[in-house]
């Protein structure tokens, strides 16, 4: 009964070498959030998309890109990834349904994919 | 800048006491409130939510409080079970849909 899946679980990728990381959902909710979570640390908002709209974090690398072909599917690509990236990517999902009290729209998180940069 | 604290990294509680993990936070924009609980190898879970509204939500045994002019949120988990063993974050939003999260508490309950 998985809500929100992302594969693969570890990703192992070189020094440079662009890597995409992919989340699906059927939950069908309109909001799909990226967040990296390095060690001990706490999860950091890259970017989101509110249906198709895409609204990037300020202090989000121009490294990092994402893209949202569908309404299950949301991808992270990482250009050339550094050994500062290596860390878990966290995939989420919220309703964000029009007129709905927002303080309602709690995310629903995958598991993550732990990202290593060999 | 970290907008939403969580000053104790770990918590070590007796089965069937009072837990109660902390939260601070600096921008008083922030209106709406959760607590997620995760598990090793998986996503934040939610848990509970608050907005600025209340000073008091309740479900079950969990309770969350907020002290707006304190910038201080708290949950507390009565009575705590070994099941609750997990990292809890607090997450914090100005318009209820992007969250700034806290670093985690690590909450151990021993039997």
């Known amino acids: 009964d998985a809500m929100v899946i992302q594969n693969p679980r570890y990703q192992v990728t070189q020094f440079g070498k662009p890597v995409t990381l992919s989340c699906s959902q059927t939950l069908n909710h309109n909001v799909m959030y990226w967040y990296q979570q390095k060690s001990s640390q706490a999860p950091k908002l890259l970017f989101h998309y509110y249906d198709k709209d895409f609204n990037n974090e300020a202090d989000t690398p121009d490294n990092f890109q994402s893209r949202r072909p569908n309404t299950s599917f949301c991808f992270l690509d990482i250009r050339s990834p550094g050994l500062g990236d290596a860390a878990m990517y966290l995939c989420a999902t919220s309703r964000g349904a029009i007129g709905q009290t927002f303080w309602l729209d709690e995310q629903y998180f995958g598991p993550g994919t732990r990202l290593t940069v060999t | 800048d970290q907008q939403v604290k969580q000053n104790s990294p770990s918590l070590s509680v007796q089965e069937g006491r009072i837990s109660i993990l902390n939260c601070d936070y600096t921008n008083s924009m922030f209106d709406y409130f959760l607590w997620y609980k995760k598990y090793p190898a998986e996503g934040p879970t939610f848990l509970i939510s608050?907005?600025?509204?209340?000073d008091k939500n309740e479900d079950g045994r969990f309770t969350v409080f907020l002290n707006k002019s304190a910038k201080h949120l708290s949950l507390h988990i009565v009575p705590s079970q070994p099941g609750d063993s997990a990292v809890y974050f607090c997450a914090a939003s100005p318009t209820g849909n992007q969250f700034y999260f806290g670093t985690g508490t690590s909450l151990t309950v021993i039997p």
């Open positions: 608050i907005s600025s509204i209340k």
